[in-house]
């Protein structure tokens, strides 16, 4: 459905995105994850079509998206800063999109909304920013479109309409099922959700990997420092907190030996795939204890 | 999994209907100005009169020209203003490409160029007729008729600023305002190159009316070259909504 190799993408002297590769060939629901400003947004447009790579290749349902109908057809792309036509009401702006989208879901969209007490006689413009979030999570989620790119969609949302609205996307996959990447700094809010995790730092792809190998792939040691210091000499340390009398590391699960660990009174605690990115993409293994030292 | 398939054409006329019905607040506009034209030129009357004691003849002649010229400029501002960034993502809110997108765009500003046209005439002819009622002495109705070829010329003559306006708002739209200037003098030097052949539209021998028509068709030619120019250049555009 969508393969890229060696993506790059510069603006003007910056480049954002250095050298990407990926595959994804079937519907399923993928977390885009990454700190801020390491191109997730960018790689979506790219996807959708909104921007030209400056090298490398990008293929969404076999043709290069830049200015293709059928791949613009198939794909939504749902951002914070989408807009309408100003004169439109909302109601106004889904009985366009019944227009475009071949799939287009009315009566869905119509009851989302009125859950989230938005009203279809309401102006997009004059929307608070959470109920804007709201409309256009709607709005692609009644696209039906074959491939859908959130960006950031619950930004602005409150936790409750969150938590709904991550239940509504589930739902609306399970009952046609699509590719959705979710583009999202709340990667723990969704873990129950989604099947891959694709993160980007520094303009690559640190991790593509499915979320049980994500959620089983580094352990914490918690304990001894002296005790634990000889099962972590030749490896990879992701983190590390050690503020006497607490010491605790965060290193690969396959490159420890945890039975060994465990009869030397060291806590072996499973990491989240949220703090799996966050460990994978922190510029200090200490992290930000390491600026008040 | 089937993927929807869309034909250019049905893409194009549903973002013709869309962008009309988005924009409709245009035509009042130009409808608006075009009213403040007549009221604020007289349509363009001249007045000759001569006379003695007794007789005194006065004769009214009303142009189209001071519509024409506020239509123009109304034209060009509304076609640059389809050419924004804004508008470029509004219409990524919807199935589109930048192919259809400009297509489309062209085609609602040939449509708001034919309504303006007629527009035009409805103003002129309601205007000359309140004139001619307001003055209560005996009247002559010599021509009231506008002919097809000066209607042609005026709609051919806001094509021509519709499509500079929107190659000047797709320049614009680059943000490099070196490449507008260019694209401003472009519009200049057509100007010269077509008002002297405008000239002659008050002539009513034949090869006036000849010229009159090549003027037009001279509009349209150029027109065409300008909107091509226009859509090669959007189709290399980027979107981006921040």
Redesign the interface.
């Known amino acids: 459905m969508i393969r890229c190799e060696q993506l790059k993408k510069k603006f003007r002297r910056s480049t954002v995105l250095s050298n990407i590769s990926f595959q994804i060939d079937e ?1 399923k629901i993928i977390a885009l994850i990454g700190r801020n400003g390491t191109g997730k947004s960018t790689l979506l ?1 790219l996807i959708a ?4 790579p400056t090298a490398g290749k990008i293929e969404v ?1 076999g043709h290069n998206p830049f ?4 791949v ?3 794909t939504i ?1 749902i ?1 914070e ?5 100003s ?2 009401t909302l109601a106004d702006i889904l009985k ?2 019944a ?5 287009w879901q009315q009566e869905l969209a119509e009851k989302l909304l009125a859950y989230a007490n938005i009203s279809l006689r309401s102006y997009h413009e004059q929307l608070s920013t959470g109920q804007r979030a709201t409309f256009n999570l709607v ?1 692609g989620l009644a696209t039906r479109c ?1 491939i859908t790119l959130l960006d950031e969609p619950m930004n602005g949302m409150d936790e409750a309409i969150r938590a709904d609205f991550y239940r509504a996307i589930l739902k609306e996959y399970i009952a046609y ?2 590719l959705i990447i979710i583009s999202s700094h709340y990667l723990s809010e969704m873990e129950h959700l989604i099947e891959d995790i694709l993160c980007i730092h520094k303009g690559v792809i640190e991790l593509h990997a499915q979320l049980d190998e994500v959620q089983t792939f580094a352990v914490k040691l918690r304990g001894d420092k002296e005790q634990i210091a000889p099962f972590i000499e030749r490896i990879e340390v992701l983190h590390e907190y050690d503020e006497a009398p607490f010491y605790e590391v965060v290193v690969p699960a396959a490159n420890v030996d945890i039975e060994a660990l465990q009869t030397k009174d060291v806590f072996v605690l499973n990491v989240s795939a949220s703090e799996v990115c966050k460990y994978i993409t922190s510029e200090a293994k200490e992290g930000i204890d390491h600026v008040f030292k | 999994m089937s993927l929807n398939d869309v034909s250019i054409m049905q893409n194009v006329k549903k973002q013709v209907w869309w962008k009309l019905s988005s924009y409709s607040s245009v035509f009042m506009t130009i409808i608006a100005v075009q009213i403040m034209a007549s009221f604020l030129t007289l349509n363009g009357t001249s007045h000759m009169s001569s006379g003695n004691d007794e007789l005194r003849v006065e004769v009214s002649s009303y142009s189209l020209d001071s519509i024409l010229m506020f239509s123009m400029v109304t034209v060009f501002i509304i076609s640059s203003m389809l050419a924004s960034k804004h508008m470029m993502e509004e219409n990524f809110s919807i199935v589109t490409t930048r192919l259809t997108a400009s297509i489309s765009t062209v085609v609602a500003q040939l449509i708001i160029c034919v309504i303006a046209t007629c527009t035009a005439l409805s103003s002129f002819y309601i205007f000359t007729l309140v004139m001619r009622m307001r003055n209560s002495e005996e009247q002559f109705l010599v021509q009231m008729a506008v002919e097809v070829e000066t209607l042609f010329l005026f709609f051919s003559l806001l094509v021509v600023l519709s499509a500079a306006g929107f190659l000047v708002g797709s320049f614009l739209q680059m943000n490099r305002w070196s490449i507008a200037i260019i694209g401003v003098a472009v519009i200049i030097g057509l100007f010269i190159y077509l008002v002297p052949s405008y000239e002659t539209i008050s002539s009513q021998d034949e090869e006036a009316i000849a010229r009159i028509w090549l003027t037009s068709l001279k509009c349209l030619g150029i027109s065409t070259v300008i909107y091509a120019v226009t859509i090669y250049i959007r189709n290399q555009q980027e979107v981006s909504r921040r």
């Open positions: 519907p447009r079509g909104h921007l030209k349902l200015n293709h109908l059928q613009a057809a198939n792309f951002e800063h989408l807009t309408f036509p004169p439109f366009q999109g227009t475009f989208y071949e799939n709005y074959t099922p699509r």
